[in-house]
């Protein structure tokens, strides 16, 4: 069973900059398509980002296009996401999720995921 545990949220203010960590356990990062969803408050769950397993190919929502990063390292078996340039409106929690599928296509749905983390707080305000 894979286990997923993510990190690195906190306050920031706007324009600032963090690195969440989603820790893998139970399988090798480099086999998982591993998604990076957000929800803020009173909205719905959004997918933000998406690499695929076994090679670095990434799909960005438009909303954080530019701005977010994923990254993926093998030896810490841990799925990164860059989050730069924060607005107010990236407050949310942040979960990392395994997806069933091999591809990202779909991806912001949340469907056909096999696992979740529960998430860490990232509040932007100053």
């Known amino acids: 069973q894979v286990q997923l545990v993510e990190s690195g949220g906190g306050l920031v203010q706007p324009g600032g900059s963090l690195r969440l960590s989603c820790a893998v356990s139970?399988?090798?990062?480099?086999?998982?398509?591993i998604v990076w969803f957000r929800q803020a408050p009173g909205k719905d769950r959004e997918g933000v980002a998406c690499?695929?397993?076994?090679?670095?190919?990434?799909d960005y929502a438009d909303s954080v296009a530019n701005r977010f990063t994923i990254s993926r390292d093998k030896a810490k078996n841990t799925v990164y996401l860059q989050v730069n340039s924060l607005k107010s409106e990236d407050t949310a929690v942040y979960y990392c999720?395994?997806?069933?599928?091999?591809?990202?296509?779909?991806?912001?749905?949340?469907?056909?995921?096999?696992?979740w983390g529960r998430g860490t707080l990232v509040t932007v305000s100053s």
């Open positions: 999720a395994q997806r069933q599928s091999p591809i990202c296509l779909g991806y912001t749905s949340g469907k056909d995921m096999a696992y």
């Open positions: 139970g399988d090798t990062v480099d086999y998982l398509t």
């Open positions: 690499i695929y397993r076994s090679y670095n190919g990434k």
